[in-house]
């Protein structure tokens, strides 16, 4: 499985509070974003259906499809 990178701009003080969620939640700030990414997309899905293709939201973020 291909692992991306995506850079993003946030405010310092969103970015200390993320982090300190995520610490009370005993994980990085990177791993916490990807249980909110999850948490996002399944939410989608549960209103709107499924995602068709590869890209499932208890995995990993994958590339886009071209």
């Given at each position: 499985?291909?692992?991306k990178?995506?850079?993003?701009r946030?405010?310092?003080?969103m970015?200390?509070?993320l ?16 249980v ?10 549960e209103k ?13 973020v994958?590339p886009?499809r071209?």
């Open positions: 499985m291909a692992i990178s995506v850079s993003i946030i405010e310092e003080e970015l200390e509070k982090a300190y969620v995520a610490d009370y939640e005993g994980r990085s700030v990177n791993s916490h974003v990807l909110l990414i999850r948490d996002s997309i399944k939410k989608f899905e709107n259906g499924e995602i068709e293709g590869e890209v499932k939201p208890d995995l990993n994958k886009t071209k």
